[in-house]
Nanobody, 123 residues
Framework: VQLQASGGGLVQPGGSLRLSCTAS????????IGWFRQAPGKEREGVSC????????YYDDSVVGRFTISRDDAKNTVYLQMNSLKPEDTAVYYC?????????????????WGQGTQVTVSS
């Protein structure tokens, strides 16, 4: 059972990146998937989450209107499209699976964590 986050990199302020979270060993169909991030010297924070049916999504206030979460269950992948990136978005981004959107505010409810991908926003 593994979650793999990818798609990070170095981008200039105002630029875009698309992160992918791909599962192996299990199907994402029945799980809510969340994206978290942790910047150096800061606590991990929940960024966005999507329910198993895609009926519900959650965005932290800091990314509303800039980030979009989506899922393609046929590809067993969840995406985080990040636009209008700011230097304060710089962090290691992690994806995780859980039963409900509640995991985005209570990491104790996370079932599986993926390894992170570095996002650096800098000119």
């Amino acid at each position: 059972v593994q979650l793999q986050a990818s798609g990070g990199g170095l981008v200039q302020p105002g630029g875009s990146l698309r992160l992918s979270c791909t599962a192996s060993g299990f199907s994402l169909d029945y799980y809510a998937i969340g994206w978290f991030r942790q910047a150096p010297g800061k606590e991990r924070e929940g960024v966005s989450c999507i329910s198993s049916s895609s009926a519900s999504t959650y965005y932290d206030d800091s990314v509303v209107g800039r980030f979009t979460i989506s899922r393609d269950d046929a590809k067993n992948t969840v995406y985080l499209q990040m636009n209008s990136l700011k230097p304060e978005d710089t962090a290691v981004y992690y994806c995780a699976s859980g039963d409900t959107l509640a995991m985005i505010v209570d990491s104790e409810m996370v079932r599986y964590w993926g390894q992170g991908t570095q996002v650096t926003v800098s000119s």
